[in-house]
Each structure stands twice: as C-alpha cells, then as structure tokens.
C-alpha cells in the first residue's frame, strides 16, 4: 500500500491557544471588575464605557466566544488533523478563520462599551458583526468538511460527529436569532417581537451554551482525554447513544428559561419535559468520560493534565445535572432570576470549559514547543488555587440564591403584606456573598496568570512551533453500501455527508416544532387593544435603557405568583409586549422588576414621580442608601441625538408596529412636546432648577435623561392594572 507523506498544521492551533490565554486573561479580568462593583458601584463613575451595563456583555462575549471559542478552535485544529491523517483543507481559509476571529473579538471590544448592543443575551452584537460572524463560520465549516472529504481515515472518529453537530447547529442557530432589520451602521432593531423574540432568543441562548460551550468541548474530551491517559475511550456504544440523544435532546429545551413568563404553556411544557430528558444524555457523557481513566487512578494522582480533565467532567456532570433540575417548575419558582443562576452558569464555565481548556494547553503545549513543561509544581498550583476559586465562587452564590428567593416569598405572619417589601433589604443581606465571589474570582484569575508564566517559559525554553511531518496510506475508494456485516453506525460513519444530513435533522425537528408554532399562529399571542407603540420619545429613552445596559440587572416580566403581584402589580401578559423589538424580560434581578414602573403604587410598585427617577440616575444612593446601582451622570450631560428618530419608526413600521405617517413626520414636535412636560416637572424642582436653568444653550429637555425617564413612566401604563392591596 502506497505511504504518503504529508505536514499537519501546528501553527494554527498555536495561534488559536496563544489567542485563547490572551483573550481568557482580558475577559476574567473584565468578570472581576464587574465582581468588585457589586461592593464598589461606582468605581468606574463618570466613565460611561466602563459601566457595569456595557461592561457585562463585554465580559460574557470575552470569555465565551474569545477566550472558549479559540480554544474550541485551537483543539479542533489540533486533533481532526490528527484523527483524519491529512492537513486542513486550505491553510488560507484556515488564516482566515483565525484573522477573521480575532477581528470580530476586536470590534466587540470595542462596541459593546460603545454601548452598540442588542440586548440579546450572547447575541449583544450589531448587524454587521453579525454578518461577519456567519461569514467566517462558513469559512470554519467549508475548512473542516473539505478536511473530511480527503481524509485519509475511512471512519470519521466520534469526536468529529460533536465538531460536526457544533457547526451545524451554531449556523442555524445564529442565522434565525440574528434576523434584525437596519436602522444605520451600528443600529437595528430585532424582526421578532415580545413573546416571539424571547423564545427565538433561549432557544439559541440555550443552544449557545449547548452547541458552542458544550459538544464542541465533549468532542475534544474524546480526544485529548484517552491521548492524556493512554486509554482507549470507555464506551464505543455509550459514545454513539451519546452524541444523538445530546444533540436531538437539547435543541428542545430552551422554553425552560421562561418558565411562568408570558410564553404560551405548551411551549414551557415542552421545554420541561426535554430538559428532564437531557440528564441522560448528559450523564452519558459524563460517565464515559469517567469511566475511560479505569485503572489510571494513580495516574490521575501525579498527571496535572488528568487531574484538570476530572474536576473538569465533573463540573459539566454537576451543570448537566442542575440544569435539569432548575426546569422543574418548582425548583425554578425559587432560583429564577436569583444568584443560584449566576452560580450555575459559572459552575460549567470555570469548571468545565475552563477546566478542559487549562488541560488542552498543559498537554498542546509541551508537543508543540517540542520540550516538556516549564513547572509541574506551578501547573499543580494552578489548578489547586483554581479549583479552590471555582467553590469560593460558586458556594457563595448558592447561599445568595437561596437568600433572595426566600426573602422575596415571605410574607409577615399576618399574611397580608410581604416581610420585605423593600428589594433593598435583600441586597444588603447578600453583600458578604458577594466578597466571597470576588475572592473566589480573583483565586481563579491568579491561577490563570501563573498559568499565563508557565506557558511564556515554557515557550522560551522549547522550540519554535514548526509543522510535523506524518505519514499515512491514502484512503481506498469507499464502497457506498452497506458492507456484509457491518453495522448501521459503521457505515455512517464513513459516509460524511449522510452524517451532516441526518445531524441537521436532529438539530432541526426541536426548533421547527416549538418556534413556528409560536411565530405563525396569532392566537397563540394574544393582543391587548389598550397596548399602544412607545412614542417617538419612549422609543428614544428604550434605545438608551438598551444601550446602557439595564436589562443586565433589571427584569419586566413579573410572574403570577402571589408575591411578585403583591411587590410589583398585576402578573405579565403576552399581548403587552407585541410591539417590544426586541423584548427586555431580563434573566436576573440585581435591581427591582420594571414592569409596572410607570403604574402608580407601593414605593416598591412603580408610580414615582420624574425628579425621583433623575436623581436616582444621577446618585442612586442619595435616593436609596445601600443602593448597587451605579450612577448615570452622563445621561444628564449628554444632549439627546433625534437624527435618526424618524429612520427608528419606519423601520418600526417595516416590522409591523402601526405608526401612521402622520406620526413619524410628526416625530420631532411630538419629542419636544413631550420633553417639555417632563422638563417642567423637573424644572419644579429647586435643586434641579438651580443647577440648570442657567444652561440656556442647551436645556433639560434635549438630554438624554428626558427620554430614559419617559420611558421608565411608560412601563406598565398601558394596561389596566389594579393597584396591590395595602
């Protein structure tokens, strides 16, 4: 059999691992200031890129997509060369994927404390780095299947079915939730609406988490784990049951964060019910992962790389099991909204992704540089000081979870008011849990620095990174049937386009059944005749509330429970939010719900009055001591921009919000007129008078605090909302 000689590419993986410790240190960075506002909120003040709203998308996009994301690159890279015995398809579309994502990190770097958002959780991006992202993942795919198809490997080794499930799934999902309509270069507006825009929205939320975060990483589990304990995988038949319920399973259960939100039941039902089902999978996975170090155990005590693998797939059993937990209805009436959440989501990404990117660079690196590892002792010191950072962070948390939903639900023993009618009172009780996470966090940010060390003397001391020659026979033509005896499995997995074919239609029935329902029938949202579209000025203040940041820390979406009714007013419906492009529900509550803000009530339940709502902007805790909230005094200086005012309400009306032409052409007096009232009862005010009656030149009404608190005295108005009891 003819041998044929051949390089794999080892400087491209270099380039992605080198981006991902990079990106990984900037972005952790970023987390722990926001961790340290939470005691410290206006350490950044007066700064307005540096504030916690733009700065929270900033990080979440960092870590996920630029510090995860390159490594998830870097191991794909790495080993489908290895696993297929051929080079990359095109070392051209190979630069290209690594320049083009790097670009892409740098211009959210750049936009997001802009304020250039969205609002969509980890779709914060603008339209055309939106583009650029499809763009350049269809360079990633075009490179890896054309690396299939001249493979020399007739079978296709399961870590490429959860590469290949990764960029199926990813395609799909970021087309269909990035569908928004222009309204300039760096403005849009989503084509879906309220209760359609928030199921479109988890369903890839959900599935980013899913298919970006999770079969990618389980795929280079398949790998690097049995290559690191020179073990074969545990499970050949465990792997196939695997891989096809994961990626049929999870594509369903997105509804699961809008449990008791305006979401039709149905769609929440199935969101359950797929949830629960995914422990299985998940588990599966777990355990084969596990179950592959048998008889390696002394191993796992002295091999650093083995002893991140552990924690690190127990971390993802940990996460896959809690998430099916927090969909249980129950169980999500407490946790929603709370810290229990954020210990979640950091659980599976200090843990798991972290975890399993730390042990690929211990393994990649010594390889790559052709020299062993600079320190074992620092690497062990890593990832004891790491791990004790992931508990320090994520215990805290928990016990902050379980403090905000009890004291939320509690009612004086007279049962007929709430123990803690001011939200307040909540946050202050949580404080200490919150230095807990910022040490925790820090622990695990110095972890990474004296990684950061090792792999910079590691590198000094190794060789440059060059291309490795290998040597394999050339793939024989592949008989298109069935052989005799050869399972089903066998023989799909050496055929590679029925695989893409049979992924996509796995990936594809969830989706399709849950969202068009939603999305084609009317009746499933119901409308409200009373609900009318934002005013030019509204609709200005909403785009400022947007891109600021504060559905970051604020929810609208109060849910029918006797609590939140009898707290924030009257429970959510899905026809108050048709004309929402996008929806602002929000998934936590550092602050209050705003739902009803507008709605005269409790202090706790709206109604207040606009110079309450500017002095809160400008000095939260002058109006609310032991206030979290950092101040927005830029909103105050900086004049309001209507240039694009008219551009807004077209595009509003392209998406089916009825603003007459009237009204649009109308667009400036109705601002001004509408202005000028809430200038008047600012103006009212003595203080407020003194400090700016004299600023003639550019007065109240044409700043930006105008629309923000139009907005704010909006919410809720549009219904008929009996006020809580007393």
């Known amino acids: 059999m003819e041998m044929q000689q051949f390089h794999y590419d080892n400087k491209i993986v270099r380039n992605f691992m080198y981006a991902s410790i990079v990106f990984g240190v900037v972005g952790m960075l970023v987390g722990l200031i926001l961790a340290f506002m939470f005691m410290f909120p206006n350490m950044t003040s007066g700064i307005s890129f540096l504030s916690f709203g733009r700065l929270r998308p900033l990080h979440t996009n960092a870590v996920i997509f630029a510090f995860i994301g390159n490594a998830m690159f870097a191991g794909i890279y790495y080993s489908m060369q290895r696993l297929l015995k051929t080079r990359m398809y095109s070392d051209l579309l190979s630069k290209i994927n ?10 959210a770097a750049i936009t997001l404390p802009l304020g250039y958002s969205t609002s969509k959780e980890y779709a914060e991006l603008e339209w055309p780095i939106d583009i650029a992202i499809a763009l350049i993942w269809v360079v990633f795919g075009i490179n890896m299947i054309g690396t299939i198809i001249k493979r020399r490997e007739r079978h296709i080794y399961v ?20 569908f928004e309509l222009p309204v300039s270069l760096l403005k849009s507006y989503s084509v ?12 890839y939320g959900h599935n980013a988490v899913a298919f970006f975060l999770t079969t990618p ?3 280079l589990m398949y790998y690097f784990l049995p290559k690191a304990a020179n073990r074969p995988i545990y499970s050949y038949r465990l792997s196939i049951i695997h891989f096809w319920s994961l990626i049929f399973i999870y594509i369903w259960a997105g509804p699961h964060h809008l449990l008791y939100s305006s979401l039709p039941d149905w769609a929440q039902n199935l969101g359950v019910v797929f949830s629960v089902m995914l422990i299985a999978p998940s588990w599966g996975g777990m355990i084969n992962g596990l179950l592959t170090l048998r008889g390696a155990w002394d191993k796992v005590r002295t091999d650093v790389v083995l002893k991140f693998f552990v924690v690190a797939i127990t971390g993802y059993g940990m996460a896959t099991f809690e998430g099916p937990m927090l969909s249980l209805k129950n169980v999500n009436a407490i946790a929603h909204f709370t810290d229990w959440i954020i210990a979640h ?5 200090l843990a798991w992704n972290g975890f399993m990117t730390f ?51 509690q009612f004086k023993p007279d049962a007929g008011s709430l123990e803690y009618g001011n939200f307040l009172e909540t946050v202050t009780q949580i404080m200490p849990m919150y230095w807990m ?25 190794g060789s440059a990174v060059e291309d490795d020659l290998a040597e394999a026979p050339a793939l024989p033509v592949i008989a298109s049937k069935r052989l005799k005896g050869e399972k089903w499995h066998s023989w799909l997995e050496r055929k590679p386009v029925q695989f893409m074919v049979y992924t996509t239609i796995a990936i594809l029935i969830g989706g399709l059944i849950q969202i068009l329902p939603t999305i084609m029938v009317k009746s499933n949202i119901p409308t409200i005749a009373a609900v009318k579209p934002y005013t030019p000025l509204e609709l200005q203040g909403r785009d400022i509330y947007i891109r600021e940041g504060c559905v970051g820390c604020h929810s609208q979406m109060i849910r029918p429970f006797r609590s939140e009714v009898e707290r924030y007013g009257e429970y959510s419906k899905s026809g108050e939010f048709v004309y929402d492009h996008p929806f602002l529900w929000g998934s936590k509550r550092t602050g209050p719900d705003l739902a009803r803000e507008g709605v005269p009530g409790k202090p706790f339940n709206g109604g207040r009055d606009d110079v309450w709502h500017f002095n809160h902007m400008y000095d939260p805790q002058s109006i609310s001591p032991g206030s979290i909230m950092p101040r927005y005094q830029w909103l105050i200086k900086n004049e309001l921009d209507n240039s694009d005012i008219q551009a807004k309400m077209e595009a509003m009306v392209t998406l089916g919000v009825p603003y007459s032409k009237e009204e649009i052409a109308n667009a400036m007096q109705n601002i001004d007129a509408q202005a ?10 003595t203080e407020i008078n003194k400090a700016f009656s004299k600023d003639v030149d550019k007065p109240l009404k044409n700043r930006e605090i105008v629309a923000l608190i139009a907005y704010l005295q909006r919410l809720g108005t549009d219904t008929q909302v009996k006020k809580a009891k007393n």
């Open 98 to 107: 690594f320049w083009g994502w790097q670009l892409i990190i740098v211009a």
């Open 159 to 178: 870590a490429i079915w959860f590469y290949i499930a990764t960029f199926i799934t990813v395609a799909v999902l970021h087309i269909f939730n990035s």
């Open 192 to 203: 879906y609406a309220g209760v359609q825009d928030a199921l479109v929205q988890w369903w």
């Open 217 to 219: 990483f389980l795929g």
């Open 345 to 349: 989501v950091h659980v599976g990404a």
């Open 359 to 409: 042990s690929m660079v211990y393994w990649l690196l010594p390889r790559l540089t052709k020299t062993k590892l600079y320190s074992t002792k620092l690497a062990n010191f890593h990832f004891w000081i790491g791990t004790l950072g992931i508990i320090l962070y994520a215990l805290p948390m928990y016990v902050a979870g379980f403090t905000q939903a009890s004291m939320w639900k």
């Open 437 to 461: 996470r910022a040490i925790g966090g820090t622990l695990f940010l110095i972890g990474v620095l004296v990684m950061v060390y090792n792999v910079v003397k590691t590198i000094r001391q």
């Open 676 to 685: 000028s009232k809430i200038e008047t009862n600012l103006m009212n005010n």
